[in-house]
């Protein structure tokens, strides 16, 4: 079982910055793809952004040039450095690790963008 605890969310202005962090607890953290995802209220869990064990990063088109994912393998741990937010990114974010065989999720970090 891999335990996923995300940190970071909060409240942000519109065109502010956030970075969130999501760190596993797996002695092989460095062969899971790792993704962030989001839900608001009332939608669909939806992709934001993804990536491989080797570095390979995937992103929602409606997040593409302001988000940007990244991992440290050395610390177990993705991030998702959000930008120029606007008031649709309000969400919560879940973490995933994910391998052929096994997913796990996160409890999910609250994001409002607001004035």
């Known amino acids: 079982q891999v335990q996923l605890v995300e940190s970071g969310g909060g409240l942000v202005q519109p065109g502010g910055s956030l970075r969130l962090s999501c760190a596993a607890s797996t002695s092989i953290f460095s062969t899971y793809v790792m993704g962030w995802y989001r839900q608001a209220p009332g939608n669909q869990r939806e992709l934001v952004a993804t990536?491989?064990?080797?570095?390979?990063?995937n992103y929602a088109d409606s997040v593409k040039g302001r988000f940007t994912i990244s991992r440290d393998n050395a610390k177990n741990t993705v991030y998702l450095q959000m930008n120029s937010l606007k008031p649709e990114d309000t969400a919560v974010y879940l973490c995933?690790?994910?391998?052929?065989?096994?997913?796990?999720w996160g409890q999910g970090t609250q994001v409002t963008v607001s004035s």
């Open positions: 995933r690790a994910s391998t052929l065989l096994n997913t796990y």
């Open positions: 990536i491989s064990s080797g570095g390979t990063t």
